[in-house]
């Protein structure tokens, strides 16, 4: 809405160049100053400038009010129209009430404004999922994104990038091979998300083992190495990659054809009687090893690389080195030919913390063995662990590596596969066959290349950043949350894991009564949005995250609710306040 004085005659100019969407009043020219009044009355200019200009204010208040009630008609009738025309992904629909549709009317940073159709008003909402694991930005640095789409849409709009360039795309691969790939990687392949750049990362990884091991003319497909829990996307290739689970079951991927050597990995998470704890898969039972080599007195002691000469970490090795040789003796199936790992945290399993060690070890005898190992650092990387690449804070190099998700802030779809020159010059040769024949139309969109060079930016610049911590050392946020809450968090009854680290924050509930384990998460969320916390639950696990750039008080605030309400006694849950801890 434009209200302009029409004695200047610019409303039928600025009409042509103004979008329809915008509506013009011109009123008189303001009334010029004049005598003083009696006490409460209006000065003369000013009663002779309202009564000329009251058919316009009458106008200009007629339209606004139809204006607002269009827009609340549009809002409230948005859920049932949801229901009834769109497909969510991973939504069960008839598990879905019209109560439950929510409705986001704009963000900004970490807030979601969204409506509220009880009292017939717009909400914000802290965004306590991130959007999907998505959002990167703060409030103040919202606008430098927008500006930075809107110059390249004008810009660019979109050009096909086959044996083209553009500056935003150049630029992006300056920022992504000097942070995340620094050391290890030469090039980088966009594509469109996470999936997509995890089904590219397998085809370049197998075909660097392809040409290293020249395997025979009829020898069986190769394999891959994965973990237990982990999650690298709903394409055919990424599916097949990882274990057996609804997401690729029959009933969901007929195709489905298991092509993953699965291995259960050593968890870790916060102990409640403080420190952390490393919990041990079935094939290597605690008994052959003493405490301290499982409990740790604090995150940093479990990332430390001088585990690496342990009993454990010697353990490690043994078995995937027994994995390796076993698999390549099956007969009838192909040798592994990669390893794909979710460095350090597990996302859509429910934020499984894997003992670095073991990841560590993984690429150790990935390594040994001529097997190019794969990270899948979609969810992971970029900031969202506390570092610019979750392989940096393991201490590993990968040959390949995957990001999406914050790359662009949380404004456009965009994802980029991180290759070694090893892996690159694999596709070298003669015939246009031996490339890597994979693409879309939308490759290198210049949009999303200069949204995802002004949100890496912004999030490595201390000045920018108030988390980004300066001084020497790696590139690191400073610790989001509270460390006296999260051991609070941990020692809780209602807790039986949790995990913490970067800007996440998850809480594994223990099983309550009989046939209410299902629920138990889904109710927890439900009561955090009653206080203006949007969050999602991952089955029984309830976590929060932030953005890289979340102020401290929006973390604290987050926590603080998380424990008020795991603390809260259900009706007639004596014996759980007679154990519980003071909160």
């Known amino acids: 809405m434009v209200v302009l004085d029409g004695e200047l005659r610019n409303a039928e ?29 209006l000065p003369a200019h000013v009663a002779a400038w309202l009564l000329s200009a009251a058919p316009g204010l009458q106008a200009l208040a007629q339209e606004l009010r139809a204006l607002h009630a269009a827009r609340l008609a549009a809002l409230q009738a948005a859920p049932a129209a949801a229901l009834a025309s769109l497909w969510w992904p991973f939504t069960q629909h008839d ?16 807030a979601l404004l969204m409506h509220d159709p009880r009292a017939e008003t717009l909400r914000p909402m802290v965004d306590a999922c991130a959007s999907w694991w998505t959002q990167g930005v703060d409030a103040a640095t919202q606008p430098a994104l927008v500006r930075a789409i809107g110059h390249a849409a004008g810009r660019y709009g979109h050009v096909m990038f086959p044996e083209n360039a553009h500056a935003p795309a150049l630029q992006l691969a300056e920022r992504l091979l000097a942070g995340p790939g620094a050391g290890w990687a030469s090039r980088v392949f966009y594509s469109d998300n996470g999936s997509t750049a995890t089904e590219i990362a397998l085809k370049m990884a197998l075909r660097l083992h392809a040409q290293r091991s020249a395997p025979p003319p009829g020898a069986p497909p190769p394999r891959v190495l994965a973990l237990a829990g982990s999650y690298h996307g709903d394409t055919l290739g990424a599916a097949c990659a990882g274990a057996p689970s609804v997401f690729n079951a029959p009933l969901q991927a007929p195709w489905y054809s298991p092509r993953a050597v699965i291995v259960e990995p050593p968890g870790a998470a916060v102990s409640a009687l403080g420190g952390w704890h490393v919990s041990l898969p079935a094939w290597l039972p605690p008994a052959r090893l003493a405490p301290s080599q499982l409990h740790f007195h604090c995150r940093g ?12 970490g010697v353990a490690y090795r043994a078995h995937l080195r027994g ?8 007969e009838g199936l192909g040798a ?30 990935c390594s040994s063995a001529s097997v190019p190992l794969i990270a899948d650092e ?18 590993v190099q990968p040959d390949v590596a995957c990001y999406a998700k914050l790359l662009t802030g949380g404004t456009v779809p965009l994802a980029a596969t991180l290759a070694s020159e090893a892996v690159f010059d694999a596709f070298r040769g003669a015939g246009r066959q031996q490339a890597l024949l994979h693409g879309h139309s939308y490759s290198a969109h210049a949009v999303g290349c200069a949204a995802a060079v002004e949100a890496m930016d912004a999030l490595a610049d201390a000045a920018r950043n108030g988390n980004r911590l300066g001084g020497e050392g790696p590139p690191r946020l400073r610790e989001l949350w509270d460390p006296r809450g999260v051991q609070q968090l941990a020692a809780l009854p209602a807790v039986s894991r949790l995990v913490c680290i970067g800007t996440v924050l998850a809480a594994e509930l223990a099983a309550p009564a009989e046939g209410r384990r299902a629920h138990a998460a889904r109710d927890v969320v439900r009561h955090l949005r009653a206080h203006g916390i949007f969050a999602r639950p991952l089955g029984n696990v309830v976590y929060l995250m932030v953005t890289p750039m979340a102020p401290p008080e929006t973390c604290a605030r987050l926590l603080h609710a998380l424990l008020q309400e795991l603390c809260a006694e259900p009706e007639g849950a004596k014996e759980a306040r007679e154990r519980s801890v003071v909160c």
């Open 336 to 365: 592994i030919g990669a390893a794909i790992v979710e460095p350090v945290l597990h996302g859509a399993s429910g934020m499984h913390f894997v003992d670095p060690q073991f990841q560590r070890a993984m690429a150790q005898v």
């Open 378 to 395: 979609v969810f992971s990387g970029l900031w969202r662990l506390g570092a610019p690449s979750a392989c940096q804070l393991l201490g």
């Open 301 to 312: 002691a479990l990332f430390d690389p001088a585990r690496d000469a342990s009993p454990l």
């Open 323 to 330: 994995v390796l040789a076993h698999s390549a003796g099956e």
């Open 95 to 110: 598990d879905v009430a019209l109560a439950d549709v929510g409705l986001v009317d704009g963000r900004h940073g970490d």
């Open 13 to 41: 100019a600025l009409r042509r160049h103004l979008p329809r969407t915008v509506r013009l009043h011109a009123l008189p020219p303001p009334p010029q100053p004049g005598g003083a009044a009696a006490a409460g009355e």
